[in-house]
């Protein structure tokens, strides 16, 4: 770890004394440090506009505005933060929801302090992050059996939205759904690194999406072929 880079700022969101823990944790560490704490998603917005974190960690169910919410709320902000949830639960709604939500990252508060960490870190270089758990759900609801008539509205919505890809970006967007890193989409594509990014900028742009995990959530509920 490089304990020179700038300290990540991050607000911590839930309920006293898993902030106060979190804090300790947190605030250990050279290169991390918590600047604000919210006890509920009302809350958690007027300290992120005020503060401007880098990372935020967020709970799901809260009292008032509920942390999906907030998370929308959020990234709609210029220069928004990155949100990792983090919460105690982790429903096949709630795992999804938190994902198409905007956030990069969803670990359960039983997950090991060091690995709470990494988390952090992970999510705050702008790469997902999904504990073992939320990995399983995913995957789950990517292969498992939905009725006909949620696949059909989910195709449909999703193929609309990228159908205002160029075949460049959308075979892009299936490379991004296939898991690959812009050095390795170059080398599928036999196009560089720089244009990867261009088509990656333009990907977020064009299918109003914060992150990689929505754009393939996205080319997953449009099928082999959107």
């Known amino acids: 770890m490089d304990t020179e880079r700038d300290p990540v700022r991050i607000v911590v969101d839930d309920d006293q004394l898993v902030r106060m823990a ?4 947190i605030d250990g560490e050279p290169d991390l440090t918590v600047v604000a ?4 998603g009302n809350e958690a917005i007027s300290v ?3 503060q401007r974190p880098d990372v935020v960690l967020m709970d799901v169910r809260m009292p008032g505005r509920d942390g999906l919410s907030a998370t929308r709320e959020l990234l709609t902000r210029p220069a928004p933060p990155r949100v990792l949830v983090l919460t105690t639960f982790d429903s ?7 994902l198409r939500a905007g956030a990069l990252g969803f670990v359960l508060k039983d997950t090991p302090p060091p690995h709470i ?3 952090v870190r992970t999510v705050a270089d702008g790469n997902p992050v999904l504990s073992p758990a939320a990995t399983a759900r995913v995957i789950a609801a990517a292969t498992g ?8 509205s989910s195709c449909r919505a999703a193929r609309q939205k990228l159908s205002a890809l160029t075949e460049r970006e959308l075979d892009t967007a299936r490379a991004v759904a296939d898991g690959l890193g812009n050095p390795q989409i170059a080398e599928r594509l036999h196009i560089s ?19 990689r ?4 959530l996205l080319v997953r509920d449009a099928g082999d072929s959107p």
């Open 22 to 25: 979190l804090r300790l944790v």
């Open 37 to 40: 704490e919210a006890a509920g």
């Open 48 to 50: 992120v506009d005020d």
């Open 92 to 98: 096949d709604d709630l795992v999804l929801g938190a």
């Open 117 to 119: 960490l990494e988390a």
């Open 145 to 152: 059996p939905r009725s006909s008539d949620a696949r059909d």
């Open 193 to 211: 690194v720089a244009t990867v990014k261009a088509h990656i900028s333009s990907l977020f742009a064009k299918l109003a999406v914060e992150n």
């Open 213 to 216: 995990v929505q754009v393939a």
